[in-house]
């Protein structure tokens, strides 16, 4: 709308020769405005998620406990198969090694058929003290 349709004149005129047209508020007021804080009540309370979180932090530590006692028995029952099969092995490797000593023995013996004097078996150490060999092998090179 037009300046010179709300004057009902042609042309510009004052501001002051205007009608006053002003916003005002709806009769009865406008509502009350909110600004309080107001934090709705839903949800847990600080009291309850500090429980549960306990109560899972506990229950947790239960079951690692648990799960220790079961390790603990399995280490022990591992532990005692293998010391019950301890002797087992060890005749088994002791009878190796005298099956290897003596073809140890016999090839001493083939090569050194000549030499005078030579007792198969023998040590050349005077140590006295009898020691097993520390490898696995007695000599590699003899099968």
Known sequence: MTEAMVRKKPGMASVKDMPLL?????????????????????????TAIFLTAFGAFAWGMYQVGKGNEIRRALKEEKLAARSAIVPILQAEEDERFVKEWNK????????????PGWKVGESVYSSGKWMPPATGELRPDVW
């Open 104 to 115: 140890y023995l016999d090839e001493e013996a083939r090569i050194m058929k000549d030499v």
């Open 22 to 46: 002003q916003d005002g508020p709806p009769p009865g007021g406008f509502a009350p405005v909110r600004y309080a804080r107001r934090i709705p009540n839903s949800g847990p309370s600080a």
